[in-house]
């Protein structure tokens, strides 16, 4: 079972950053790929950004490129989502999910609220 652990969410104004912090407790981080989604209520879960295994293929959603980054630190067993030039449109509760490479199970994580005020 892996669990993950999302933290670094909370209230900012427009135009400003948070950066989004998911600990996966599996031994074996390196073996997992790793990707942000969001949902608001009454809305199906978006993708946000996603970030191979290896780190070597990043995608983005339309909405956030350029302003959002994605990246992965194996030593921490942690991936990252730094969000910049924040909009009230990007207030959402951001959830980190993980899947193994080879595998069909995705984990996720309890989810971290953005509220972004105009």
């Known amino acids: 079972q892996v669990t993950l652990v999302e933290s670094g969410g909370g209230l900012v104004q427009a135009g400003g950053s948070v950066r989004l912090s998911c600990t996966n407790s599996?031994?074996?981080?390196?073996?997992?790929?790793m990707a942000w989604y969001r949902q608001t209520p009454g809305k199906d879960r978006e993708f946000v950004a996603s970030?191979?295994?290896?780190?070597?293929?990043?995608k983005y959603a339309d909405s956030v490129k350029g302003r959002f980054t994605i990246s992965r630190d194996g030593a921490k067993s942690t991936v990252y989502l730094q969000m910049n030039s924040l909009k009230p449109e990007d207030t959402a509760t951001y959830y980190c999910?993980?899947?193994?490479?080879?595998?069909?199970?995705?984990?996720w994580g309890q989810g971290t609220q953005v509220t972004v005020s105009s």
């Open positions: 599996a031994p074996t981080f390196s073996n997992y790929n």
């Open positions: 970030i191979s295994y290896g780190g070597g293929t990043i």
């Open positions: 999910t993980a899947r193994r490479r080879f595998a069909t199970v995705d984990y």
